[in-house]
């Protein structure tokens, strides 16, 4: 996790646990505060507190500024954990169940003794929850399922705080004499999107000494000894393990190969390890496979359609537009020039900007007006960046599968994602029935954030995947890989279903923050899981090549 993050999850916390102690009004709201600016600024917030420049954004005083310098130096804030330890410590896990907001956490506290989640569910099977004033018996049902939610998602962690944790662990154990080479290996090696467990391989030149040395860094326990390697689990107080495959160079790939798995990939396989191989292409030249990257090697890529079985040539130098993505005009922390800067710096040469639509209130969505006001913006920043920004819109697919603007008006915009934001609870085929309506809309260009899943935090919706992806195919609709590592949707699985029926995709950061730029690197994570080439991204597509993309179905003055 990085520490801006970091910071921001304390501040929140912090600011939830002063209010559930009856606090000072003034100083819950200064945390909530300073955690909303910090989700805002450009820069490195490790360099601003060292600088003592932090204070110029607004909200950042003194006291927050001490808050943050306390964590950066201790990695924790007395402050913080001197409160924390004054509440029941059931009560922060009970404060992470979604629908629960301090206040009801608070009430069900005071009023039913409730301390911790177990106390929780106790009450809402007895039906005690729904006797209190502002609880129903639907309550308790949507709490119970959001409880054994957090106990099934508890010993997961997202790709992306992961990999930042284990690149800390690399760049500290590279720090070591004894330590030669050190990769990641397992599930992050295989760019999996949730994690369960934290696998690195080190090559040493002593064991013994390599031993001495890591002590220093972490407590660690040995789990598994084999003539080629050891396995040493850390503590690090993480919910998942963070272990290490420990060898030398001369079993380095047998054991980075065998630890990078899948299990199901390895039994197809049938390599042995303790060999020596100057690198992993040799290991398939022995046994005859064409090397085959990390990240296809799951069960799934074994039994995709042989012409599909290829190696991803998609990297992030082959991205030319960045196609979704939203500014200050709805909820974005940054306006459309400090974005298009962002995209500038990061390689994108294009850009269409996909604000939220009207329906989308809650996100500041643009009513008609708002967007012909917005091309004024969009030609002044063209202009002064020189790279060409076509005016695209989140358009929201109603509950009737429509989107939220006439025809007539729709004739305004260059590019349209639509999306699902709300009404999740229908059944599958309502649900299915009304993304098909909007695929086959004929200013729909691309699919938005096909099933609607936020990883370890809400499922997909109720839908035939299968029905979606052939819609897509016969209506010529491009389907989005959200980048978001929250989200991750397209599901990898199914990638290779729409790559056999011709579906292009679009790898789309949906970034809210220039920040959120970079999240376009897991989506092509994701879409060399499928084995998605760079001719079937439309991100790809030159600006020409995609501005006649823009004209396949519909004659659009670009």
């Known amino acids: 996790m990085s520490f801006r993050k970091e910071a921001i999850e304390k501040l929140n916390l912090y600011a939830g646990l002063l209010e559930f102690v009856g606090a000072n009004k003034f100083k819950i709201n200064a945390f909530k505060g300073a955690s909303n600016t910090l989700r805002g600024i450009e820069g490195d917030l490790e360099q601003m507190l060292q600088e003592g420049s932090i204070t110029q954004e607004k909200g950042i005083g003194k006291g927050i500024q001490s808050f943050l310098y306390e964590l950066l130096d201790n990695g924790v804030v007395k402050e913080f954990e001197d409160l924390i330890g004054s509440i029941p410590k059931g009560i922060i896990d009970i404060l992470q169940i979604r629908g629960l907001g301090v206040k009801k956490v608070k009430l069900i506290h005071e009023s039913l003794g409730v301390n911790d989640i177990k106390d929780l569910a106790e009450v809402c099977l007895n039906n005690q929850l729904s006797s209190i004033k502002g609880f129903t018996i639907k309550s308790e049902y949507d709490i119970l399922e959001e409880i054994e939610k957090q106990r099934k998602n508890k010993p997961f962690m997202l790709f992306h705080h992961a990999e930042h944790t284990g690149a800390q662990l690399i760049e500290r154990l590279l720090e070591l004499k004894s330590c030669t080479k050190v990769d990641f290996t397992g599930e992050i090696r295989r760019k999996m999107e949730i994690i369960s467990k934290i696998e690195i391989i080190c090559s040493v030149s002593d064991m013994e000494n390599f031993k001495s040395e890591l002590v220093k860094l972490y407590k660690y326990n040995e789990l598994e000894e084999c003539a080629s390697y050891k396995i040493m689990q850390l503590e690090l107080g993480l919910n998942i393990p963070a272990q290490i495959f420990v060898t030398d160079d001369k079993n380095y790939y047998s054991i980075l190969f065998n630890s990078t798995g899948s299990h199901k990939y390895l039994e197809k396989l049938e ?82 900007v996909c604000d939220h639509s009207k329906s989308a209130f809650y996100a500041n969505g643009l009513i008609e007006e708002r967007v012909i006001k917005q091309k004024g913006e969009i030609n002044s920043v063209s202009n002064k960046l020189g790279i060409r920004i076509f005016h695209g819109i989140e358009s929201d697919i109603l509950k009737d599968g429509s989107l939220d603007y006439s025809d007539e008006f729709m004739k305004n915009f260059d590019f349209v994602v639509a999306s699902i934001h709300s009404i999740f609870s229908l059944s599958e085929d309502e649900m299915t029935s009304r993304i098909i309506k909007a695929i086959e809309n004929p200013y729909t260009d691309v699919l938005g954030h096909p099933t609607g899943r936020l990883l370890l935090a809400r499922d997909s919706y109720k839908l035939n995947i299968k029905k979606v992806i052939e ?67 439309i991100n790809c597509y030159s600006e020409n090549e995609f501005e006649m993309y823009l004209k396949r179905k519909i004659v659009r003055d670009i």
């Open 271 to 352: 390599i042995a390890e303790g060999k020596y191989f100057e690198n992993e292409e040799k290991i398939f030249e022995i046994k005859g496979f064409p090397f085959m990257l990390p990240e296809v090697r799951e069960i799934e890529f074994l039994y995709a359609p042989e012409h599909l079985r290829t190696n991803s040539n998609l990297f992030k130098t082959d991205f030319n537009g960045m196609l979704h993505f939203h500014t200050t005009q709805s909820d974005g922390a940054n306006t459309l020039l400090e974005m298009a800067v962002g995209a500038l710096d990061f390689g994108y040469k294009y850009l269409a």
């Open 471 to 537: 819609a897509c195919s016969a209506n010529d609709v491009t389907i989005e890989i959200n980048a978001s590592p929250h989200r991750l949707d397209l599901d990898w699985r199914n990638i290779y279903y729409a790559r056999e029926l011709g579906c292009k995709f679009a790898i789309n950061p949906d970034a809210h923050s220039v920040n959120g730029i970079m999240d376009t690197i897991y989506g092509i994570n994701i879409a060399r899981k499928g084995g998605i080439q760079k001719e079937e991204v």
